[in-house]
């Protein structure tokens, strides 16, 4: 579903998510995925699953932009134990305390930024 398509629903919030690298910014609705979200607007963030939380491909690092990261603010889902269980098979040197899969990462609210492990700088 496109952003004009959701923007209209009362239920979904407008989020600015900005990837890097390249610090590409995007605008997109409560209830996405990062994966989603990113896709959408031509990010690319590999996912060779499908998107169904089988593998750690879409490994991401989420922050916020004005604070730093919990899950407790809100801005993005907490993680679910599948996607903990998931996240455990990375290798410690790859594993950071704000380590998500952009396929469970679901946005919530206000602004985000994303760090797409393992791509390079545009």
């Known amino acids: 579903m496109s952003w004009n398509e959701r923007e209209h629903n009362?239920?979904?919030?407008?989020?600015?998510?900005?990837y890097y690298p390249g610090a590409v910014i995007v605008a997109a609705c409560s209830g996405d995925t990062i994966l989603d979200a990113a896709l959408e607007n031509g990010i690319p963030i590999e996912h060779e699953c499908?998107?169904?939380c089988?593998?750690?491909?879409?490994?991401?690092?989420?922050?916020?932009i004005t604070t730093t990261f919990t899950e407790a603010d809100g801005s993005v889902s907490?993680?679910?134990?599948?996607?903990?269980d998931r996240?455990?098979?990375?290798q410690d040197s790859e594993?950071?305390?704000?380590?998500?899969?952009?396929?469970?990462a679901?946005?919530?609210k206000g602004r985000v930024e994303v760090t797409v492990v393992g791509s390079e700088p545009n």
């Open 10 to 18: 009362a239920a979904n919030v407008p989020i600015v998510v900005c």
């Open 50 to 52: 499908g998107g169904n």
């Open 54 to 64: 089988a593998c750690t491909t879409c490994h991401v690092l989420v922050n916020m």
């Open 78 to 84: 907490e993680m679910e134990d599948v996607e903990k």
């Open 87 to 90: 996240l455990s098979g990375l």
């Open 95 to 104: 594993l950071k305390s704000n380590s998500r899969l952009a396929c469970q």
């Open 106 to 108: 679901i946005l919530l």
